[in-house]
């Protein structure tokens, strides 16, 4: 019998930001091998060093302070060659080496210069991250135009890069000539060839590096970038990221057979954020929400964190108008992008949703972050919390998510409302301190996804999380 390893996945089952890497942090021990199979730089997470300092993380998986574990970059993923230089700069100055135990799959594809360009000026209207992940992957699909090849791989560069950076430029120049831009080719391709040099030491020569891993024993745990409702396919199209976030895209970007899959832990908040435009039916205060969060004043957020904590808080929390209550309830969860300061839209937990997202990646266990925060719901006018268990949609009740996001966007969330607690959480660790009303809350959860509890979130540090 052969003594084969396993892998495990981590997804974010909302719009992102769910907290996916403080699970992945907690769990990594058990695994050999950390690994992403999507997205590129528009991901981000912050790591704690040990002094307490923090780095952010965008392409690197979770797991750098695991000295021997290997971290893997796979071929679902899109590589931005300058931004990961200085990612690895980074953590090498806060003493970590990546050396031998970092690997990025020969068939990832490239981030060009004329994607992140093409982005910068087409991705305003869906609120992208202005990283290029877009025309990367369209780039990606196109394969060829005309005799320009647009899909370059990491593999590509590494075994002819004289070839290959010749067919860079060749794009780059193209996007100058049609876009008639003002732009230095080449000082966009010196700087990416200086920062190829630095990374490339990192490059897998073998697509089946992974799967041989496993082969001999070794145990993956896929991390996800992005959240479920951005999938290109199976999110809120078109108001999503360019690839494929769910956990079946695990065993096509992630370089493994889906042979060797054993479970699926998805990561949900208490209370919702989604940044950027597109359907939100729990969203307090509906579209006067979405305008007011993606509302800018030359390039910089209207509304940013600091206009909006001048608030009278207390105020705002139990007006009883469902857009105030949002404000608080942002300002109390600090639901504002890390480096933007742009407010995230919040809304309350969507149980039609989450199930839609469970069912579709056979999520078997769950996560909820930010639990703790359900106890500001005592503070309301309705004093409950609410939890949306099914739509409405011209007149009827519905059970579903519609498709289009035309459709979503009229369709209306219909409210459950539970007892909460105004008791802290914040301090508890086991299940049995948790106030009784709470444990109810995680049980009618349980039995509304059909999903066992892996765990709730009760504040950010490390170990504010309550393990089932
Ligand atoms: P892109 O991935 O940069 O093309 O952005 C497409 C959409 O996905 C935008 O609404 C982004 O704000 C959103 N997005 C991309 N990456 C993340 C993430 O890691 N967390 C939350 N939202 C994201």
Do not use: W
């Not at 860079?168 to 966009?188: M, P, S, T, W, Y």
């Amino acid at each position: 019998m052969s003594n084969h390893g396993y892998s495990d996945i981590v997804i974010g089952l909302q719009y992102g930001d769910e907290g996916k890497a403080r699970i992945v942090d907690m769990i990594a021990e058990e695994y050999d091998i950390i690994a992403r199979f999507n997205g590129g730089a528009n991901a981000g997470h912050t790591v704690e060093t040990k002094d307490g300092g923090k780095v952010a993380l965008n392409q690197v998986p979770s797991g750098i302070f695991y000295p021997e574990k290997i971290l893997y970059t796979g071929s679902g993923c899109v590589v931005n060659f300058e931004k990961l230089a200085v990612e690895i700069e980074k953590i090498e100055k806060i003493g970590i080496s990546l050396d031998g135990r970092f690997k990025i799959s020969p068939q990832a594809s490239v981030i060009q210069p004329h994607h992140v360009i093409i982005d910068s000026m087409t991705g305003q209207s869906l609120g992208t991250t202005r990283n290029g992940i877009g025309p990367a992957y369209a780039d990606r699909a196109n394969r060829m135009i005309i005799d320009r090849l647009t899909n370059i791989r990491v593999g590509d560069l590494n075994d002819n890069p004289e070839h290959y950076f010749t067919k860079v430029r060749d794009n780059l120049v193209f996007a100058v000539q049609i876009g008639k831009l003002e732009i230095d080719i080449d000082d966009e391709m010196n700087k990416m060839q200086n920062a190829f040099e630095k990374v490339k030491k990192y490059i897998e020569v073998d697509p089946l590096y992974l799967q041989k891993q496993v082969e001999a024993g070794k145990n993956v745990l896929f991390e996800g970038a992005q959240a479920v409702m951005l999938d290109v396919t199976k999110g809120s199209v078109p108001y999503v990221t360019s690839s494929n976030t769910i956990a079946a895209a695990a065993y096509t970007g992630g370089d493994l057979s889906p042979q060797y899959h054993r479970k699926t832990i998805g990561v949900a908040k208490a209370i919702m954020s989604r940044v950027g435009y597109g359907p939100f039916p729990s969203e307090f205060g509906g579209k006067k929400s979405e305008e007011h969060c993606m509302a800018q004043d030359e390039g910089k957020p209207k509304y940013g964190r600091q206009v909006e904590e001048e608030c009278d808080l207390e105020k705002h929390l139990s007006s009883g108008d469902e857009f105030q209550m949002g404000v608080a309830l942002r300002i109390l969860s600090g639901e504002y992008g890390v480096v933007s300061t742009r407010p995230r839209r919040v809304g309350a937990l969507d149980l039609v949703q989450l199930n839609y997202a469970i069912k579709m990646n056979g999520v078997t266990e769950l996560a909820i972050n930010k639990f703790d925060l359900l106890k500001e719901y005592s503070r309301t006018a309705k004093g409950q919390v609410p939890l949306v268990t099914s739509y409405k949609l011209n007149e009827k009740e519905i059970d579903y998510m519609p498709a289009s996001t035309s459709t979503y966007y009229e369709t209306e969330a219909i409210y459950d409302y539970h007892e909460g607690s105004d008791q802290d959480l914040s301090t508890m660790t086991s299940p049995s301190e948790l106030p009784s009303e709470m444990q109810d809350l995680v049980t009618y959860i349980e039995k509304a996804t059909g999903t066992k509890m892996f765990g709730i979130g009760v504040g950010p540090e490390r170990n504010q999380f309550v393990k089932f």
